[in-house]
């Protein structure tokens, strides 16, 4: 039989769309993942390269007893150094001594618990603690992850050499999403290649900002190479000055995790950090050893009226609406058309801070309810501005509502 040319064409397009059929099913689009920032635990902020098993098991064990896991915390990430070398086929190998049963066990454990399981990689040829990176086998790695039962790749960027950093994450994004499961991409560039203007194209979940963060109120420090630095908290928060409109549900800018509770800032300064988190719409990802909490540090992590700010489904990044010297004031859009407030005192003693309606984009007249959000309390009507007295390097947190 002859077959005229269309026929032919058209016969070849259903095949083409049938064989596609499956593929797009199993496909899973990264937009989908993270549509409010990411909540979990990271291994790194405490301890480094010692990672485990057991410590590990500990850890998601400990989110679920702690009530973490019902204040909305779901990741258990493991971060680097779980890898040692790759086999004769190119498969990475986890570190035999620390990990005896393999990565799966480990994520099976922490499914059980109705948690999701995260590791780490890097887009170069080797980890920033020079264990093997993720060049050249990006494909054979994300389906080992998806094996393992991976839900979050945070890639990282050392040792990358001349690469472009948007096509390499671009390629680990396609090479994830070809492994068939849902794993959330956290882009770890640090923002040399300013990721906010290109991680949600190429399907990035969330990107970091910034150099790591240390666990100090201020300041930063160069690294011996003069390349990057370790940051305080506020010097992070001022890099996040402008980016707020790159960020959304499904592709958020990343701060770096948390160090709420490792011991290098009092309480007063860990409540401001994990305040200004949830205001910049930023992933909240513990780095403490949640097996030892100080009750104090339990109730900041815990507080679920900041984590609901955190968290708000409008997905906005909040932003700088007011800046006096030392004195600053965070406002965050909410979905019912509430406003979040954060009143920063980043001096060294006490001062009142008012944020006016204007700052909030309310007309003056208007009364609105204002409610403390450490304090769980109303503290009424206010109209056209609202101001608190706010101890050195402390936080009021109020929300807003009409
Ligand atoms: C970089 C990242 C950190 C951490 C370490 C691990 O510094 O920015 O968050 O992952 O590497 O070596």
Known sequence: MKMSREVVVVCFGILLLVAGLPAQENNPTSSALALTPPMGWNSWNKFACNVSEDMIKGMADAMVKSGMKDAGYQY?????????????NGNIVADPQRFPRGMKAVGDYIHSLGLKFGVYSDAGSKTCAGRPGGLGHEYQDALQYAAWG??????????????????????????LDASGRAIVLSICEWGTAKPWLWGKE????????TGDISDKWEGSTKWPDGICCSNGMLAIVDQQVGLAS???????????????GNGGMNDTEYRSHFSLWAILAAPLIAGNDLRSMRPEIHDILTNREVIAVDQDALGREGTRVAKSGDLEVWAKQLRDGSRAVVLLNRGGS???ITVTWEDLGYPNHLSAAVRDLWQHKELGKFTGKFSASVESHAVVMVTVKP
């Open 76 to 88: 258990v990430n493991i971060d680097d150094c779980w890898q040692v070398s790759r086999d004769s």
């Open 150 to 175: 991976v839900d979050y790749l945070k890639y990282d960027w050392c040792n990358t050499t001349t690469q472009d950093a948007k096509a390499s994450y671009a390629n680990i994004r396609a090479a």
């Open 202 to 209: 190429v399907g990035g979940n969330l990107w970091r900002t």
């Open 246 to 260: 790159y960020a959304g549900p499904g592709h958020w800018n990343d701060p770096d995790m948390l160090e709420v």
């Open 350 to 352: 006490e001062k009142e």
